[in-house]
């Protein structure tokens, strides 16, 4: 059995932390605790540790750093101090060996929500009217109660995971951390070259073989600048590690910030630094202008989201994430992040598209030869801004859901479980669809006619996203318990468990244009508006050698025959 090849998980920004917070609590969701159930697909040991407190109980936490500003986490000390107490005078054991210091801040106290109460009174074995609460199987309105991430976040942390920037606060007017020069700056303060560094070199030291690093950012604001320098660091230290990047973007964020013209100039600087300093990068995001503002965004059948709503946004982007990087996390060895990064991107071409759908739109009693035949194209949608998953030379698709037993046999619902009814598929042996064995095979196949990329890999896993709370309710009624399209609309005190999916990363020509488009608006930003950030450090010409930079890249995407 091979050695587990282990990823850490870098997050910078307020976003970043919105996606790592639901793709904590999916991951979470999908843990089992019943030792007589079959082996998970997934290998929970590539992004998470385990480690010993103070009592000598056993944790497992995300082996993961997250940046964020002050007044970010003030849910975090209350609501999750089980794990590890911060507010015992003794330290972990752990924490103690690497005499790491551990900094209790006390923040103004803010009311929990009903999850967050159920949580605490679930935890404390605290029933209501003396019935046990499952938190599971509830449905929770939290849409105006989410302010911030650690408002929904039920995954535990290990202490060295979390780092403030106390030089700026979250929401602050007087002192706005929108300037990618003003990331770059806070690179050189002691936390960050310290203490951080030192506790990313603690992770990398408890690793057996570290694969390489997952990377979410902020590209709009000065976290963009923070992880330049950090992928910086890592290109240094980490040299032959993978580094996957996936600079996000909130809608949410837009249209509050005044300031929105510098978020073009702070996403080139940041794209530009990304093309020297990652593997690969995603851009991510469910509006389709990224950068700038626009009436257009991420449209789904059976999802009714509100994409102003970072909670909403978010639990997609952080489900096609779960979902493409499934290939290199299970048991079965299917993939590597380094052999991904060669397949997707030939000739410098490390800027990818991403795409989701979610849930597929299966309906209850179909098979999976029923819903291809029938299928409404394209399979997926794009969440990389201002561009397509056309004219791609190389992809990766994951779909999830999806069973063997699904290929030809119809599904029956019945007291909630799922059984299967088997038909008798007349086979063609002209009709290569009637000998498929496997839902992977079967995919494959079906892109093959429909798609043309030069090179597809296909993967397919049994395991269903785990949308239950706090994954936000945006599932259609017509979406049953199990994912799958049902006649009767779902009961309204009835959550969504499970669903299907499908995400892909794409090689796609269209980059080429979501580049040029990102050059033409940067370079419209002049005057003033640049002035203050040239304030912090940029001078025009490290402005205009990066504009050109764009240009020069772009041209990359203009080579069809690169494979």
């Known amino acids: 059995m091979n050695s587990t090849r282990e990823i850490i998980t870098l997050q910078f920004g307020h976003y970043s932390n919105f996606i790592g917070t639901h793709f904590w609590n999916l991951q979470e969701a999908s843990f089992t605790y019943d030792e007589n159930s079959k082996p998970l697909e997934i290998c929970h040991d590539v992004l998470y540790r385990e480690g010993v407190n103070l009592k000598g109980e056993v944790t497992y936490t995300p082996r993961m750093l997250c940046v964020d500003l002050k007044n970010s986490f003030y849910q975090l000390p209350y609501v999750h101090r089980g794990l590890y107490d911060l507010n015992c005078s003794n330290i972990d054991e752990e924490i103690q060996n690497y005499s790491t210091k551990i900094q209790t801040l006390q923040e103004e106290k803010i009311p929990n929500n009903e999850f967050f109460s159920d949580l605490v009174k679930q935890e404390l074995f605290i029933d209501d009217d003396n019935e046990k609460i499952n938190i599971a199987e509830k449905v929770y309105n939290l849409d105006d109660d989410v302010k911030i991430w650690s408002d929904f976040l039920k995954a535990r942390f290990h202490p060295r995971t979390i780092t403030s920037i106390d030089e700026y606060k979250h929401n602050d007017s007087s002192n706005v951390f929108n300037n990618f020069a003003q990331g770059i700056t806070l690179w050189d303060s002691y936390k960050m070259k310290e203490t951080w560094t030192d506790n990313l070199r603690l992770y990398a030291e408890e690793c057996d073989y570290l694969q390489g690093f997952h990377v979410t950012m902020d590209s709009l604001n000065g976290f963009g600048g923070l992880a330049c320098k950090a992928l910086e660091y890592l290109k240094d230290e980490y040299y032959n590690k993978n580094i996957i990047a996936m600079p996000v973007m909130s809608d949410n964020y837009i249209l509050e910030d005044e300031d929105s013209e510098l978020h073009a100039v702070n996403t080139s600087l940041l794209f530009s630094s990304l093309f020297e300093h990652s593997n690969m990068f995603v851009p991510l995001s469910t509006s389709s202008g990224g950068w700038v503002k626009s009436q257009s965004h991420l449209t789904l059948d059976y999802l009714s989201y509100k994409n102003n709503l970072d909670y909403h946004s978010s639990a997609i982007l952080a489900s096609a994430i779960d979902t493409f990087t499934l290939g290199y996390r299970s048991r079965s060895d299917k993939d590597s992040m380094q052999n991904m990064c060669t397949r997707l991107t030939p000739l410098g071409r490390k800027a990818i598209s991403a795409s989701i759908q979610l849930p597929l739109g299966f309906e209850s009693k179909s098979n999976l030869l029923d819903y291809l035949e029938n299928a409404k194209l394209p399979l997926w949608q794009p969440i990389s801004p201002q561009c397509t998953t056309e004219m ?17 046999s119809k599904l029956v619902f019945n007291d909630y479980q799922v059984c299967y009814i088997k038909i008798n598929l007349i086979r063609d042996s002209k009709n290569p ?28 896993f049994d395991s269903s996203l785990e949308t239950i709370a706090p994954f936000p309710n945006i599932f259609d009624q017509s979406i049953n318990q199990h994912g799958f399209v049902e006649s009767l609309s779902r009961s309204s005190t009835s959550v969504v468990a499970k669903s299907t999916a499908i995400s892909g990363l794409h090689n796609s020509n269209s980059m080429r244009d979501m580049i040029k488009a990102l050059k033409n608006d940067s370079s419209k930003v002049k005057g003033s508006k640049l002035s203050h950030m040239f304030n912090y450090g940029i001078d025009v010409m490290d402005f205009k050698e990066t504009i050109e930079n764009l240009l020069v890249l772009s041209d990359n995407y203009s080579i069809n025959d690169c494979l």
Not at 392 to 408: C, F, H, K, P, W
Not at 443 to 450: A, E, G, M, P, T
């Open 392 to 408: 791609s030379v190389a992809q990766t698709i994951v779909m999830r859901g999806i069973t063997e037993n699904m290929l030809y």
């Open 433 to 460: 669809s009637h000998h498929c064995t496997s839902p992977s095979a079967l995919l494959k196949l079906f892109i093959s006619f429909c798609d043309h990329v030069r090179m597809t890999e296909v993967h397919a």
